[in-house]
C-alpha cells in the first residue's frame, strides 16, 4: 500500500518524515489502543468486501487494534456490507454525509485512541503482513511523525504489454510507491499507505478540507 497526500502545512516538520517498507498492496489503518487503521469511503460496496477480507486475514499484530471506516454519505450496499464485518474485525464505523474523502478522514481522527494511526483508501487491499509491518514502528524511529509505505498496483487484469512499458509513470497513474528506507519529502508519501503518529494529530493538525476528493472534483490530499 502507498499514500496519495502530502503535507504542505507540516513542510516544517519535513526531517520527521520517513519511507517505511510495509508489505501491502494497497490499503490503510489506525492504531487506537497501540495501532489505528482508518479510510473513508462512499459507496465502495464493489471493493469493501476483497478489503475487509483481507484485513481479516491479515496476521493480527501483537498489540491491541482497531479499524476505522467513515462512510462518507454512502447509497448504496456500503453499511451492510460494513455491518456484515464487524463480527470479525475490530470495527468502528462512522459517519461523514458531506462528501469530501479529507472531510472524512477528520472524523476519524476524532476517534483516535492509540499511538499511530495507519491511513488507507477502501480499494487498497493489505498483505498479510500489513498489521504486523506498522506495529513494528510503534516503537522504531521515534524521531519521525510521517511514514509512507510501499504500494503496489493490484490488477484484475493481466495489464497488455503496452501498460507494462509504462511501469515509470505507474507512481502517477496508479499511486504506487516502492522507496528505499529513509528519509523523504513530505510530497513522496501517498494516502493510500502512510501513517502518522498521534501526537501529531494531538497538536491540532487536520487534514485540509478544500482539496482531495470531493462529490464532482478530485486533488491530492493536503495535511493542515
Known amino acids: 500500500m502507498q499514500p496519495r497526500s502530502s503535507a504542505r502545512d507540516l513542510a516544517p516538520i519535513a526531517s520527521w518524515i520517513r519511507h517505511t517498507r510495509p508489505s ?41 487494534w482497531k479499524l476505522t471506516v467513515v462512510d462518507n454519505g454512502s447509497s448504496d450496499q456500503t453499511p451492510a456490507i460494513l455491518d456484515s ?84 509513470y505507474f507512481a502517477m497513474m496508479f499511486a504506487e510507491r516502492d522507496l528505499p528506507e529513509g528519509e523523504i519529502e513530505p510530497g513522496d508519501i501517498y494516502g493510500g499507505n502512510m501513517a502518522v503518529r498521534a501526537a501529531i494529530f494531538e497538536r491540532g493538525f487536520r487534514f485540509a478540507e478544500n482539496i482531495g476528493p470531493q462529490r464532482r472534483r478530485s486533488g491530492i490530499s493536503d495535511g493542515q
Open 24 to 64: 501491502a498492496l494497497c490499503q490503510v489503518i489506525h492504531a487506537g489502543h497501540s495501532a489505528h487503521r482508518t479510510f473513508a469511503t462512499r459507496n465502495g460496496g464493489h471493493v469493501l468486501p476483497r478489503t475487509l477480507e483481507a484485513y481479516r486475514r491479515a496476521v493480527p499484530p501483537a498489540v491491541p
Open 85 to 168: 464485518f464487524k463480527r470479525h474485525l475490530p470495527l468502528e464505523v462512522l459517519q461523514q454525509p458531506k462528501a469530501g474523502k479529507t472531510r472524512a478522514l477528520n472524523i476519524g481522527v476524532e476517534a483516535i485512541e492509540g499511538k499511530l494511526v495507519v491511513i488507507a483508501d477502501d480499494d487498497a487491499v493489505p498483505a498479510p503482513s500489513f498489521l504486523n509491518a506498522w506495529e513494528s514502528y510503534l516503537g522504531r524511529c521515534a524521531e519521525f511523525g510521517l511514514f509512507g509505505g510501499k504500494i503496489e498496483p493490484l490488477f484484475e487484469v493481466p495489464p497488455p504489454r503496452w501498460l507494462r512499458r509504462s511501469r515509470s
